[in-house]
């Protein structure tokens, strides 16, 4: 593998390890080494795809650079590949005043809303309403920069009168998803969609009939194969900023569409929103 002088270090390692590498992950390393700036806007399963080989190879092409798994590979290459400023937000210049920056952000956040809006799958969305609805137990799952979410998600259809629970250990959650039967429903978000936590969790309520359903922001992401209905809701951050704040906002709004869906269709939310109401007074001034 021949490499410029100015590789990234994640690139030089690749290609003092290449000999070691299977057939198939050298496949993924060619992909990395040929374009590493579009691998950080990749899925783990983009670049199985796009390397023709599976994810378990990725992930094993990773650990064989040193690295935990594909995610640490895509920080590692976005380090090298982009600036600071530029793997913060997108837009942004080292110059920009506090003003400037708040302008470019919040402009950018608007940006992944909009396209969220019009990328949506609306049969999806409607799928996944009537499930909360029917549902008898409701778990959601999520793990990191998630789990604010799911946490907020729990709390306000159980103020609509639903079951609905959000245990932070992720270990709970796993046990709880065994617990379900048909007609209660997992919910994941997974803003990867490659957290091993929440895909074992998801995974396990399927095994004993519970319906599952998962939040993400990759299409190919390897959570959606573990799902019964998959609602996908992105944004075009830049590419060097892979845990970027747009992509919680997207998924909160779209949480806050099914919250709004059920508490529309669901008969006892009035009453429950009511109580929901009268206790919180006692709580302010």
Do not use: N
């Not at 309403?129 to 999520?142: D, G, P, T, V, Y």
């Not at 993400?216 to 845990?243: H, K, M, N, Q, Y």
């Amino acid at each position: 593998m021949v490499l410029s002088a100015d590789a990234p270090p994640p690139l030089r390692e690749l290609a003092r390890r290449a000999s070691g590498l299977s057939p198939a992950e050298q496949r993924v390393a060619q992909a990395v080494a040929e374009a590493p700036a579009e691998v950080v806007r990749m899925s783990v399963s983009d670049l199985a795809a796009a390397s023709q080989s599976s994810v378990g190879t990725v992930t094993r092409f990773c650990q064989k650079l040193g690295l935990r798994g594909f995610h640490d590979l895509k920080l590692a290459l976005a380090r090298e590949t982009a600036p600071t400023h530029q793997r913060l937000a997108d837009d942004v210049v080292p110059g920009d005043d506090a003003a400037q920056i708040a302008r470019k952000v919040l402009s950018g956040s608007a940006r992944a809303l909009d396209e969220a809006v019009r990328a949506i799958d609306a049969a999806a969305v409607q799928a996944a309403a009537e499930a909360l609805l029917s549902a008898r137990r409701i778990l959601f799952a999520a793990v990191g920069t998630s789990a604010p979410l799911a946490a907020d998600a729990a709390y306000r259809l159980s103020t609509l009168g639903l079951d609905a629970v959000f245990p932070g250990d992720t270990h709970l959650q796993h046990v709880t998803a065994r617990t379900l039967r048909p007609g209660d429903v997992c919910f994941a978000i997974s803003h990867t969609g490659a957290t091993r936590e929440t895909i074992a969790a998801v995974r396990t309520a399927r095994t004993v009939g519970a319906t599952t359903a998962v939040l993400t922001s990759f299409a190919g992401a390897p959570i959606a194969e573990t799902a019964d209905l998959v609602l996908v809701a992105g944004s075009s951050e830049t590419a060097f900023r892979v845990e970027a704040m747009s992509s919680r906002l997207v998924h909160l709004a779209l949480l806050d569409a099914l919250y709004v869906t059920v508490a529309l269709r669901h008969g006892p939310a009035r009453d429950a929103l009511a109580a929901t109401e009268d206790l919180l007074t006692e709580h302010r001034y």
